[in-house]
């Protein structure tokens, strides 16, 4: 895998804890949960308090950014 191309990952509401919420992540084509030994992120928790209103969402879509070469 490159380290320098961006990774996009899709991620479905598992559930919520006390301050967080659990996403898992999902394959893009069927929405089924990715099998482990293909997950690029797995698991993510996300504070509650970063969605607005309080508005938890059933999924959310996370972009990571690896820096080029300076």
Do not use: C
């Amino acid at each position: 895998m490159n380290l320098t191309q961006d990774i996009r990952v899709h991620l479905n509401f598992v559930r919520e804890t006390k301050g967080a919420v659990l996403y898992e992540e999902v394959d893009t084509k069927s929405g089924d949960k990715t099998p482990h030994e293909y997950t690029r992120i797995g698991n993510m928790y996300v504070r509650k308090r970063m969605f607005a209103n309080g508005k938890i969402p059933s999924s959310i879509t996370v972009t990571i950014s690896f820096p080029g070469e300076q």
